[in-house]
Structures are given as C-alpha cells and as structure tokens.
C-alpha cells in the first residue's frame, strides 16, 4: 500500500505525486486543517478479470459468505488556493483502487435483507497528481515522482481496523449496502478527525511536528489520536519518497527514517490520521458475483511530519498547504465482487474470515483475479 501526495517547494520545481493506502487519499478539506474528499472510480475493475463459476445456488440468490471487493474510483484533482505548488494542469483527471475483504449474512425471517455486512480494508490506491512551485508550465522538465509509501507497521496495522457492522438489502438482483466507515490514526470519525491548524502563524515553524510528541498547539485533538501501526507517532506514519530523473540514474535510496540524511531528493516521513467510507450499490449476477457502482470518501489529516526536500525541512503547514482536493463522480465508479469460500462452486481462496491480516495477504497476491 502506498500513498502519495505532493508537497512543497522550491522555485519552478515540478512534483509528480501518487497517494497510495492501502491505501490511502489526497484531498482538500475546505478548511484548510487537512486534506480530505470523495472518491469514486473509472468504469470497470481489475485488467482481465477472472470467470467465476456457480453452480447449485437457489434462484433468489444467497448472498451469505466471504467475497473479495475491488473498486475503480474515478475522481478530479483540483488545487487549493494558496499553496506553495500549483496542479498542473487543473482538473487533472485520476483513478483510485480500493480492495477489501466483505463477509455477509441474511436475515433468517427476510431474506431480502442482509445482516451483520463486515468489511476489512485491505488495500486502497488514489491518484497521480503533477504539480507545479508558481505559474503552470506544462512544459517543464524539473519534476519530482513522489511516493508517499505505507511501511510494513502500517500495511500490517490496516486489516486489524474494521468497520462497524452494517446491513443492506438484495430484492431480486438489486443489491444495496449501506456504508462502511473505517477510520485509521484516530478515535473521533469524519470531521471530527485531529487535524494541523495551518491558519495559526505559530504553527509554520519547520521545526515544529517532526517528532514522536503530539504539537498540542497546532493539532486541535491529541488525545483523539490512535496510534494504530503502534511506532509511538501521532496518528499512524506513512513514508514520503521523490525521485527526480537524476536520482533515478544514480540508485539513490530513500531515507524515510533519517531524511536529514543525504538520499532522494523528496524523503522523510508524514503523521497522519485517514478514514474511507465505501458504499457499495449495484446487481448480483448471480450469489458468487456482484457489480455495480461504488461511492467513497477518502479523509486524510496531516497531523504532523519529518519530510526534506533537497535537503531542506518543509514545515507541516506548507505540506498541508500543496495538497490537491478531489471531486468525485460515482456514476463512473465500478466494482466487482466475487466470492471467495468456495461455496456454490465458486474460488476457494482458503481465506479465514476471522484472520484479517493472513486474509488481507491473500487478497493481496490474487487481486488481478477481480
């Protein structure tokens, strides 16, 4: 899982960014506290997807089992007013993937509803953004391929968070579940995630939020805080990575950890807090494969960060600052979702629905096949 976002600055330099959680989003909270947004998915999933047999399922379709979900998300970049980078071009158009582990049961005295849906969030991509410092130049040459990459603390951390329960319904072939919120990096939901006030001229200091202590006085909640991937950092930490072509030919590493270090010329870490909340509507092809359109928000604040950029620190506020916003159109956003335990004939991918991290791998290693 990977997420990448651009950050900030030096004259006329370009970032090419990429926000992966698995993953994880890039988005622009409006408020200026963070980045935040929707996203949905461009039409189809996966590259050549694989046929799933059925056999021997009742007419009115049985639901109940363990499925693997993968979604497409189409969704629009736009920039935010007084950052430090500018998108480049405006209104760039970009793909997110999301893939998780669903289990559903029926209602016993209605089998038109369904009980107890669980989800496991397994993987989630978001999108390729180019970036420009000053005025839009789609010319230029001086770009920087940015990764913000999810280490193995947090790949590992993500299929324990799980969301609350829900229901949903399937009359006929007309299925629609009801949305699932998971929320990594903190105890509060949505709005009320713990947010880096960027509007509070004692918070621009570079050497404020790069250590493993909550900065009490930019971030509005640190208690709310969960240190999910356990590394002792607020929120949970993703890596920030940028080659430029140069860094690319010499072999230069990435120190994430020690950015202060000399390596690639974007490197150090991000503190985080992040939460998705898909909502999954579409037909049922039969009770081993459903599809439809998939709607999502991508939330993501920055609550503090350790990051260089060609051996310069850049402050939180200026990285909150150079994060693009996303509109997203569900209509164009697909998903597929097949089943996994066998039943009915259909792929048995010996996954143990209680085991969401040995499952997670699994899907993982077998995504291509939705």
Same mark, same amino acid.
């Given at each position: 899982?990977?997420? !990448?976002?651009?950050?900030?600055?030096?004259?006329? $330099?370009?970032?090419?960014?990429?926000?992966?959680?698995?993953?994880?989003?890039?988005?622009?909270?409006?408020?200026?506290?963070?980045? =935040?947004?929707?996203?949905?998915?461009?039409?189809?999933?996966?590259? *050549?997807?694989?046929?799933?047999?059925?056999?021997?399922?009742?007419?009115?379709?049985? %639901?109940?089992?363990?499925?693997?979900?993968?979604?497409?998300?189409?969704? @629009?970049?736009?920039?935010?007013?007084?950052?430090?980078?500018?998108?480049?071009? @405006?209104?760039?158009?970009?793909?997110?993937? $999301?893939?998780?582990?669903?289990?559903?049961?029926?209602?016993?005295?209605?089998?038109?509803?369904?009980?107890?849906?669980?989800?496991?969030?397994?993987?989630?991509?978001?999108? !390729?953004?180019?970036?420009?410092?000053?005025?839009?130049?789609?010319?230029?040459?001086?770009?920087?391929?940015?990764?913000?990459? *999810?280490? &193995?603390?947090?790949?590992?951390? %993500?299929?324990?968070?799980?969301?609350?329960?829900?229901?949903?319904?399937?009359?006929?072939?007309?299925?629609?579940?009801?949305?699932?919120?998971?929320?990594?990096? =903190?105890?509060?939901?949505?709005? $009320?995630?713990? =947010?880096?006030?960027?509007?509070?001229?004692?918070?621009?200091?570079?050497?404020?939020? #790069?250590?493993?202590?909550?900065?009490?006085?930019? !971030?509005?909640?640190?208690?709310?805080?969960?240190?999910?991937?356990?590394?002792?950092?607020?929120?949970?930490?993703?890596?920030?990575?940028?080659?430029?072509?140069?860094?690319?030919?010499?072999?230069?590493?990435?120190?994430?950890?020690?950015?202060?270090?000399?390596?690639? @010329?974007?490197?150090?870490?991000?503190?985080?807090?992040?939460?998705?909340?898909?909502?999954?509507?579409?037909?049922?092809?039969?009770?081993?494969?459903?599809?439809?359109? &998939?709607?999502?928000?991508? #939330?993501?604040?920055? &609550?503090?960060?350790?990051?260089?950029?060609?051996?310069?620190?850049?402050?939180?506020?200026?990285?909150?600052?150079?994060?693009?916003?996303?509109?997203?159109?569900?209509?164009?956003? #697909?998903?597929?979702?097949?089943?996994?335990?066998?039943?009915?004939?259909?792929?048995?991918?010996?996954?143990?629905?209680?085991?969401?991290?040995?499952?997670?791998?699994?899907? %993982?290693?077998?995504?291509?096949?939705?």
């Amino acid at each position: 899982m990977r997420i !990448v976002r651009s950050l900030v600055p030096t004259a006329a $330099m370009c970032l090419a960014t990429m926000f992966f959680v698995s993953n994880s989003g890039c988005g622009g909270d409006g408020g200026g506290s963070g980045a =935040s947004g929707a996203t949905g998915g461009a039409g189809g999933t996966g590259g *050549a997807s694989t046929a799933v047999t059925c056999e021997g399922a009742p007419a009115e379709h049985d %639901l109940a089992g363990v499925w693997a979900a993968y979604g497409r998300l189409a969704v @629009t970049l736009q920039g935010q007013p007084g950052g430090a980078i500018t998108i480049c071009p @405006t209104d760039q158009i970009g793909e997110s993937t $999301m893939l998780l582990m669903v289990t559903m049961n029926r209602d016993p005295a209605d089998p038109t509803k369904l009980v107890d849906v669980g989800a496991v969030l397994c993987e989630i991509e978001l999108p !390729v953004v180019t970036a420009l410092v000053g005025t839009c130049d789609l010319a230029s040459q001086s770009l920087v391929s940015t990764q913000i990459i *999810a280490p &193995v603390t947090l790949l590992d951390a %993500l299929p324990k968070i799980e969301a609350a329960p829900v229901g949903g319904t399937l009359v006929g072939a007309d299925l629609a579940l009801d949305r699932f919120v998971l929320t990594v990096g =903190s105890t509060k939901p949505g709005e $009320m995630m713990p =947010s880096w006030d960027d509007a509070l001229p004692s918070c621009i200091a570079t050497n404020l939020g #790069r250590t493993n202590a909550c900065e009490a006085n930019c !971030v509005d909640d640190c208690a709310a805080l969960r240190d999910d991937d356990a590394d002792t950092y607020p929120g949970v930490t993703v890596h920030v990575c940028g080659t430029t072509h140069d860094d690319v030919k010499s072999n230069l590493k990435c120190n994430a950890d020690a950015p202060n270090e000399p390596g690639t @010329t974007l490197q150090g870490r991000g503190f985080i807090d992040m939460e998705v909340n898909p909502l999954f509507t579409g037909l049922a092809k039969n009770s081993c494969e459903l599809e439809g359109t &998939v709607d999502s928000e991508v #939330r993501y604040r920055l &609550v503090g960060a350790d990051i260089y950029l060609a051996g310069a620190q850049i402050g939180v506020t200026s990285a909150i600052k150079s994060l693009p916003g996303f509109q997203v159109d569900p209509t164009q956003s #697909r998903f597929r979702m097949v089943r996994i335990d066998g039943k009915y004939g259909a792929p048995d991918w010996k996954v143990d629905a209680a085991n969401a991290a040995t499952s997670c791998k699994t899907l %993982l290693a077998r995504k291509n096949e939705l």
